[in-house]
């Protein structure tokens, strides 16, 4: 059989692949033809030993017909081994580069791009098919009879023939060409989307070859070229029709045609019939190349089958740790297995993004396929790593992210600042606050260095935990918060400062709401009306009335405006001491300063009567709010009438509870109870059908917690902590003790 001798630019080289098996059983020989800006294709019908060698510029070693295709240089990757395999033809050389490719993907151009066809339209060429003797250099293309076959303007005259006929009108007066010209033209013709080219490109070269009109005649490698055109083309529905043609000429396909079939399938989504071709083949007694492998593969990654991918890796590397596979001298299977790995790596990745698109149990299924990978001895890189903690998005995803960054970190590599930051914010998403301190303390530690934003994002976690320790009250969270905080470089706002002069107010600590009050000071915290009116809280509720006046004054003194919750609390205090006096002022100051007097501002001093047993005054409190056009609420009526029941006044208290009724208000059971056992009490009579049934028991309100434990459900921080010890209060602890 014909084989083809093939030489490659002084130029650059690394132009054309060396040929890999899949092919017939003819030979191969590579020479470099030391020639800038010239391919020499030498078709030669001796049989013999592949070899390898370099052949002097002007006495190339043969004398037969030459097929020259001069254009310019294209490069592309060899393999890092160089090894021959027999071949007929550059078509089929180049299909099987692409075949024998581990970066199957869509889109990807591989050598079997670089057809015959597709060099001659790439660049200014002057393609010329000569046959003859080669003597010089400018008569390296040879000659036939004279006559000179332009190769490019050949395979344009057939772009658009539809028949064999139409082809025969074309080639019938032209010299016979080599079958690898055929065969490239097919491809060309698929990847140009011209099947009806190709086919009846075939269909014209099996008609002379039914008539015995030349030497040329069908074979495996046309089919196949005709299939990846099929493939390139994406008509699917002509591949019965060419497998049956092969059946009908007696061909038997070979280990490209079963790639080539896999590629179709997976390409229309039938990758388990893909996967049934790759187990029929040993069947057929043919052996799977590293293409038939990594196509499987990707079957596996079309099915985001990462558990079958990994299933079906192991079984591949125990076959060739065995010796089962990789025998064949023509294939460097140390290279190509190596590929392999990192594909299979890849497809994981892959997989476990998609996973994370589609969310249905993502996390679960990722972790176990990172476990599986880890028993497979499959390790990706800190870059893949990195890249599925930014698909990490969604709450769910943060024992994933968590996972990745532990094993990044166990790598003992350098860590993208970003993907810390990024997990941070993703910790916080989750509610998993103390989790995300974790990855900042680790930069502070292991590096790198946090940036603002590392400082921005943590600083937000702390906010929001002070902002639930304010909200219930769990002041000493609150503290412990403002100390980790220093320990790790943060300072600490008046916004933080203010969440815990809250909390500490909300739970009645008022030694810890002062300690707190001049820490916030020292650190040079300038107090605001927030701070002021929390501290103002806290006192009055240990009813340290004049270290409030002080306060107050000390805020009036440094120019900080009170606001309608400063000076509702010292309406509230002057209630308590019963100097009504000043608690007129206070409500005429609070007008003339424009901050008009609330409901909350009269329910705060009809309050304070209540608890020091002004019932009366009380009274008249409620009818001058009512007089200033206040509407009262459920708070000013319950108030009042428990200030009127322990005041001895039932029947005034049942009045306004009816009233209250009548004005669609929904009082509390305390009320009622009230009303109640104050009639009973001083024998007072009251018509309980009017009052109505006793109302149900309203939702408590959030309880204020006190304990260090309460916090630990609610911010997801460690149960095992140091009890609290109240030397916190006055400054951070420092490490280690």
Not at 144 to 170: I, M, P, T, W, Y
Request: some cysteine; hydrophobic content about 40%.
């Amino acid at each position: 059989m014909p084989y083809l001798n093939v030489w490659s630019s002084g130029t650059n080289s690394s132009m054309l692949p060396h040929m890999e098996s899949e092919l017939a059983s003819s030979s191969t020989s590579v020479f470099t033809w030391r020639k800038t800006d010239s391919w020499v294709l030498a078709y030669s019908t001796s049989d013999h030993v592949s070899r390898s060698f370099r052949c002097p510029r002007d006495k190339p070693k043969f004398r037969k017909q030459v097929f020259c295709l001069r254009t310019q240089v294209f490069p592309f990757r060899l393999p890092k081994k160089d090894f021959l395999g027999p071949s007929f033809a550059v078509a089929q050389a180049s299909d099987v580069r692409e075949q024998n490719s581990q970066s199957f993907t869509r889109g990807e151009r591989g050598v079997g791009a670089l057809t015959c066809v597709e060099l001659e339209e790439k660049g200014d060429l002057s393609h010329n098919v000569e046959f003859g003797d080669i003597g010089s250099e400018e008569e390296e293309a040879g000659r036939v009879k004279g006559e000179k076959v332009d190769v490019r303007a050949l395979a344009q005259s057939l772009h658009f023939v539809r028949n064999a006929d139409e082809v025969d009108e074309v080639l019938k007066d032209k010299v016979e060409l080599p079958l690898q010209v055929y065969s490239s033209m097919i491809r060309g013709f698929g990847k140009d989307k011209k099947l009806n080219s190709a086919m009846a490109l075939v269909e014209w070269l099996r008609r002379r070859s039914n008539d015995n009109i030349g030497s040329v005649s069908l074979n495996v490698f046309i089919y196949n070229s005709l299939l990846g055109a099929i493939k390139e083309a994406g008509k699917y529905n002509f591949v019965d029709k060419v497998m049956n043609d092969m059946v009908s000429e007696g061909v038997e396909p070979n280990v490209v045609t079963y790639n080539t079939l896999m590629r179709i399938y997976i390409e229309q989504g039938r990758e388990l019939e893909a996967l049934n071709l790759f187990r029929e083949m040993p069947k057929k007694r043919l052996f799977p190349s590293p293409a038939s492998y990594s196509t499987a593969l990707f079957a596996y990654r079309r099915l985001e089958d990462g558990f079958g991918a990994i299933t079906f890796f192991v079984e591949t590397r125990e076959k060739y740790q065995n010796g089962e596979i990789g025998n064949i001298e023509e294939e460097n299977w140390e290279y190509e297995f190596a590929k392999l790995e990192d594909f299979i790596i890849r497809i994981c990745y892959q997989v476990m993004r998609q996973w994370m698109v589609k969310g249905e149990k993502a996390s679960t299924n990722i972790l176990k396929l990172l476990t599986d990978m880890d028993k497979a001895r499959l390790q990706p890189s800190r870059a893949e790593y990195e890249r599925l903690v930014w698909a990490c998005t969604r709450e769910e995803h943060y024992v994933v992210a968590k996972e990745l960054y532990n094993r990044i970190r166990e790598m003992d590599t350098e860590i993208s600042l970003s993907v810390c930051n990024h997990i941070i914010w993703l910790m916080g998403k989750a509610k998993k606050w103390w989790a995300a301190l974790e990855i900042y303390e680790d930069l502070l530690d292991k590096g790198p260095k946090p940036n603002n934003m590392s400082y921005e994002l943590i600083v937000s976690h702390f906010n929001i935990l002070l902002s639930a320790a304010k909200k219930r009250g769990i002041w000493r969270w609150g503290v412990r918060l403002l100390n980790k905080m220093e320990e790790k470089g943060l300072r600490p706002s008046s916004r933080e400062w203010n969440a815990v002069l809250v909390a500490c107010s909300k739970a009645s600590e008022t030694s810890a709401a002062v300690q707190i009050f001049r820490r916030m000071v020292e650190k040079g915290e300038k107090p605001t009306v927030i701070s002021y009116g929390a501290l103002l809280s806290a006192l009055e509720k240990g009813k340290l009335y004049d270290e409030a006046l002080q306060v107050w004054k000390h805020m009036i003194k440094v120019g900080i405006e009170p606001n309608l919750y400063a000076y509702t609390i010292m309406a509230s205090i002057y209630t308590a001491q019963g100097k009504f006096n000043i608690v007129d002022s206070i409500i005429k100051e609070m007008v003339s300063t424009g901050v008009e007097p609330t409901v909350v501002t009269f329910n705060a001093i009809i309050s304070a009567c209540a608890r020091n047993g002004m019932g009366s005054v009380a009274y008249e409190w409620f009818q001058r709010m009512k007089t200033q056009n206040i509407t009262p609420n459920e708070v000013s009526y319950e108030m009042l009438i428990e200030a009127l029941a322990n005041d001895g006044k039932p029947r005034l208290a049942y009045e306004l509870y009816v009233r209250a009724i009548s004005e669609g208000l929904s009082l509390s059971t305390k009320a009622y109870d009230a009303v109640i056992s104050s009639a009973q009490a001083y024998g007072a009579t009251i018509d309980l059908s009017i009052l109505g049934p006793r109302p149900p028991e309203k939702k408590k309100r959030v309880q204020i917690r006190k304990s260090l434990s309460e916090f630990c459900n609610i911010a997801d921080v460690p149960r095992r902590s140091r009890p609290f010890d109240r030397e916190e209060i006055f400054t951070a602890r420092t490490k280690g003790t």
